[in-house]
């Protein structure tokens, strides 16, 4: 009869994937997860052509500028602040030009 749940199987998802990579590293182990996540992330193909490819995209920049500190992080916000600002100025220009086609 085999044996179901033994508690030595390695867990479904990126480390199961990356077993090869993982030889001698605990699979419980957070940091050894989190290098099997970005190994995953680095081979996935999926198009940024999409909406869903972009807006995963903002998802993976927004986990990782969590992740970091100090000066990366200041860059990473100052980055969004100046997209922000950018998306900001051009809906102000559009309304401004659609009030002034209809009412001017």
Same mark, same amino acid.
């Given at each position: &009869?085999?044996?179901? @749940?033994? #508690?030595?199987?390695?867990?479904?998802?990126?480390? @199961?994937? $990356?077993? #090869? #990579?993982?030889?001698?590293?605990?699979?419980?182990?957070?940091? %050894?997860?989190? $290098?099997?996540?970005?190994? #995953?992330?680095?081979?996935?193909?999926?198009?940024?052509?999409?909406?869903?490819?972009?807006?995963?995209?903002?998802?993976?920049?927004?986990?990782?500028?969590?992740?970091?500190?100090? @000066?990366?992080?200041?860059?990473? %916000?100052?980055?969004?602040?100046?997209?922000?600002?950018? %998306?900001?100025?051009?809906?102000?220009?559009?309304? @401004?030009? &659609?009030?002034?086609? $209809? $009412?001017?």
């Amino acid at each position: &009869m085999a044996q179901h @749940g033994r #508690d030595d199987e390695e867990p479904e998802g990126p480390t @199961g994937r $990356f077993a #090869d #990579d993982m030889i001698g590293l605990d699979p419980h182990d957070p940091e %050894v997860q989190a $290098f099997a996540a970005h190994l #995953d992330r680095m081979e996935r193909s999926q198009s940024r052509a999409t909406v869903e490819g972009m807006l995963q995209g903002v998802g993976e920049f927004a986990q990782s500028a969590n992740r970091t500190g100090g @000066g990366r992080r200041l860059l990473a %916000v100052s980055v969004v602040t100046l997209i922000l600002i950018g %998306v900001a100025l051009t809906i102000w220009n559009a309304l @401004g030009f &659609m009030l002034t086609v $209809f $009412f001017g």
